[in-house]
């Protein structure tokens, strides 16, 4: 074998090695942020939400704005590592799923500002009744809008999880 042959050959071969390990840090990068994003938007259905609401509508009402505040920030930033992750997954080992789960993740952003940022501002406006019923109601729709995300997140998570353990 020529030098340059071995060379080039020992030159793909460390190029491959490389791939996998920057797969590896992706696809652990997607399944981990959208897992946390999850993970928390389900908290927020079954628990937080839920005790806020048992609490009445007014005192809801005054602590949705700073938990809202907080987990939005968060959340924003999870999706975004999940679905630029995916996609990099996708480029290096071209499975569709890891695509399919990128486009759900990063669906929630959207969805939050076409359909739920509507109610997140009526709640947040400082002339909100919040003992009145349509406050109420804008709790309750929120709720379920969240859900939304809460199902997109755990189906990209349950995806990525697929294309991980099918490599």
């Known amino acids: 074998m020529e030098p340059t042959q071995k060379t080039r050959g020992s030159s793909l071969s460390?190029?491959?090695?490389?791939?996998?390990?920057?797969?590896e840090v992706f696809?652990?990068?997607?399944?981990?942020s959208c897992a946390l994003f999850a993970g928390a938007a389900l908290y927020i259905n079954v628990a937080e939400h839920p005790a806020r609401m048992q609490c009445g509508t007014e005192l809801?009402?005054?602590?949705?704005?700073p938990s809202y505040k907080r987990a939005a920030v968060?959340?924003?930033?999870?999706?975004?590592?999940a679905a630029i992750s995916a996609m990099a997954s996708w480029s290096i080992n071209g499975s569709l799923l890891w695509i399919i789960g990128a486009l759900l993740i990063f669906a929630v952003i959207p969805f939050t500002l076409i359909a739920i940022?509507?109610?997140?501002?009526?709640?947040?406006?400082?002339?909100?009744?919040?003992?009145?019923?349509?406050?109420?109601?804008l709790l309750v729709r929120w709720g379920q809008l969240h859900?939304?995300?809460?199902?997109?997140?755990?189906?990209?998570?349950?995806i990525f999880l697929v294309a991980a353990l099918s490599a």
């Open 14 to 23: 460390r190029y491959a090695h490389l791939n996998k390990h920057m797969l």
């Open 27 to 32: 696809e652990f990068a997607a399944i981990l």
């Open 60 to 65: 809801a009402a005054t602590v949705f704005g």
């Open 74 to 81: 968060m959340q924003v930033a999870l999706a975004l590592v």
């Open 117 to 137: 940022l509507p109610t997140n501002k009526q709640l947040l406006a400082p002339t909100l009744d919040r003992r009145s019923a349509h406050t109420h109601t």
């Open 147 to 158: 859900g939304v995300r809460t199902v997109a997140s755990l189906a990209a998570t349950l």
